[in-house]
């Protein structure tokens, strides 16, 4: 598969970390057969330009955004905030399909409507609180929603680097997993297009089949994007 006919994804990463991070999803995304495009704050994001985005982690989301309150120890970036709910905002509007990780998750929730836990171990105290990249914490997928679909409904094993967790569901989402103490580990949108939000990092856990399947439904959605608007072009061509 060559470049050109790959779907192109925008990645937004942290201006602070994204010079690590940003390699490892891009990773990712070729291995699961599209070609990656990085955005941060401070570069143009046009959501016209990609066919799928990803919304990545690192930096704790200003509680401005859904009437939360300041910790002390949070690391804010308001520009990564305006930045990444326009790029959500706009692939709602243009049917662009959608993944949030970690931090992504939780902008995907509040750019709908929800709201956060800031301190999601203090509201979770029977959740593991484990910090590591590698996959030590089991989460249970929901049956019946798409996640369960791409990656089946037995227990599952991720990592962990989160302080904060979705409290209210924004509009249109759903639950797909929960941790062993209740807090909520993924959601996704109800109805197309796709999006779906993980509190884990699948981008470290590539040699595993089911977090590789993340990404390769990411890359399937926008594909499909990209197949229909070439339709709809032709069409369009053919008629003026």
């Known amino acids: 598969m060559t470049r050109s006919n790959r779907p192109v994804i925008g990645v937004t990463v942290s201006r602070r970390s994204g010079w690590r991070i940003y390699p490892l999803i891009a990773l990712n995304v070729w291995l699961a057969g599209g070609c990656a495009r990085r955005w941060q704050a401070g570069r143009r994001a046009e959501i016209d330009s990609v066919d799928g985005v990803i919304i990545g982690g690192g930096d704790d989301i200003s509680p401005d955004l859904y009437g939360g309150w300041i910790v002390t120890s949070a690391r804010l970036d308001p520009a990564r905030d305006a930045l990444e709910r326009g790029v959500l905002l706009g692939a709602f509007v243009k049917s662009k399909p959608v993944l949030g990780i970690c931090r992504g998750s939780q902008m995907l929730n509040i750019a709908l409507g929800g709201t956060l836990h800031q301190d999601a171990y203090a509201t979770y105290e029977a959740s593991d609180h484990i910090r590591t990249v590698l996959p030590r914490k089991t989460v249970q997928i929901e ?24 409290d209210r569901l924004g509009e249109g989402l759903r639950v797909a997993a929960r941790d062993q103490g209740g807090m909520i580990q993924a959601i996704e949108r109800v ?23 993340i990404f390769r439904a990411l890359i399937a959605a926008a594909r499909a994007r990209q197949e229909h608007a070439a339709q709809l072009a032709r069409v369009d061509a053919e008629t003026n």
Not at 147 to 162: F, I, Q, R, S, Y
């Open 143 to 166: 049956p019946g929603t798409r996640l369960a679909h791409l990656a089946g409904t037995e227990p599952m094993k991720v990592n962990a680097l989160h302080t904060q967790a979705v």
């Open 191 to 213: 109805e197309e297009p796709f999006a779906l939000g993980v509190q884990w990092h699948p981008e470290h856990l590539f040699y595993a089949h089911r977090q590789m399947g």
